[in-house]
C-alpha cells in the first residue's frame, strides 16, 4: 500500500522538452473531454499529484507550466472547484521567505499589453455579511512600508480607486473606514459625509493651501473655537 505502482527513474542530464519530454503524453485529435486524469476518491490527508523539486530553480525555471496561447473564450486555463469547503481555501500560495528582495513575491499577476479587461477579479455571489471581508489584507506585523500601493502614474482622466454602492439602499454603511482598533477614526459615508473622531488639543483638519468652498449650508461650531489665524473667513 505503500510502494510504487508505475515507476519512471532518470539519473542523467536530460534537456528535453515537449514531445522530447522524459514523459510525454500526445493526443493530438482530442477536442472534448479528459486527456490525463487522476481519480483519488478515498483520499483524506495526502496528495493527488504531486510535484517536487530539490534543484534551485532560477530565472525560467518552473514546477509546473500552463500555456494555452491559442485560448480566446476559455472560461479559465486554471480551474479549482471546492464548493463544499468550510473553513479551508481553494488555493494556497506560500513563499517570501527573509530572504525575499524587493522584486521578489508569492503571486504576480500581468495582463500583458491589454487595454480592457480585468486583470485580478474578487467576487462572491452570496449575501455576504461576513466580518473578514472578501478581500482580507493581512500584514499585522509590518512596522514600516508600505501595505497597498497602487501606482497610476500616466492617469489622465482615469480613478486610481473607485468604490460604487447604491444611495438608496446604503444607511448606517460607509464607502471608507479608518480603524484604530475598534474605534473609527476617520469615515466617509453615504452621500460623502465625513467624520473625523480627532483628539483634543490636535489638528483634525489642516489645509496648508487653497481654500474651503461652501457653497450650500453653513458651517457649524457646536463647541471649542473657529479661528483664522493669517487669513479671513468669508
Given at each position: 500500500t505503500?510502494?510504487?505502482v508505475i515507476q519512471f527513474i532518470g539519473s542523467g542530464v536530460f534537456t528535453g522538452m515537449g514531445a522530447d519530454a522524459f514523459v510525454n503524453v500526445t493526443q493530438s485529435g482530442g477536442t472534448s473531454g479528459d486527456i490525463f486524469s487522476v481519480i483519488a476518491n478515498g483520499l483524506t490527508t495526502g496528495t493527488a499529484t504531486l510535484l517536487s523539486s530539490t534543484g534551485t530553480l532560477i530565472t525560467t525555471g518552473r514546477l509546473l507550466e500552463l500555456v494555452g496561447n491559442s485560448a480566446t473564450t476559455s472560461s479559465g486555463l486554471l480551474s479549482v472547484s471546492g464548493t463544499a469547503l468550510t473553513d479551508g481555501f481553494a488555493g494556497l500560495f506560500t513563499g517570501g521567505g527573509t530572504g525575499i528582495t524587493a522584486t521578489g513575491g508569492v503571486l504576480d499577476l500581468t495582463g500583458g499589453a491589454s487595454?480592457?479587461?480585468?486583470?485580478?477579479?474578487v467576487g462572491t455571489t452570496g449575501v455576504y455579511t461576513g466580518g473578514t471581508g472578501v478581500l482580507d489584507i493581512n500584514a499585522a506585523s509590518a512596522t514600516a512600508g508600505n501595505i497597498v500601493t497602487i501606482d497610476g502614474a500616466g492617469l489622465t482622466t482615469g480613478?486610481?480607486?473607485?468604490?460604487?454602492?447604491?444611495?438608496?439602499?446604503?444607511?448606517?454603511g460607509?464607502?471608507?473606514d479608518c480603524r484604530d482598533g475598534a474605534a473609527s477614526d476617520f469615515s466617509i459615508g453615504d452621500d460623502g459625509v465625513v467624520i473625523i473622531a480627532g483628539t483634543g488639543g490636535a489638528?483634525?483638519?489642516?489645509?496648508?493651501t487653497g481654500n474651503v468652498a461652501i457653497s450650500a449650508g453653513s458651517?457649524?461650531?457646536t463647541a471649542g473655537n473657529f479661528t483664522a489665524a493669517t487669513n479671513q473667513l468669508v
Open positions: 505503500t510502494s510504487d487595454v480592457l479587461g480585468t486583470v485580478l477579479r480613478t486610481a480607486l473607485q468604490i460604487n454602492t447604491v444611495t438608496a439602499t446604503l444607511t448606517s460607509l464607502y471608507f489638528n483634525s483638519l489642516t489645509i496648508t458651517l457649524t461650531a
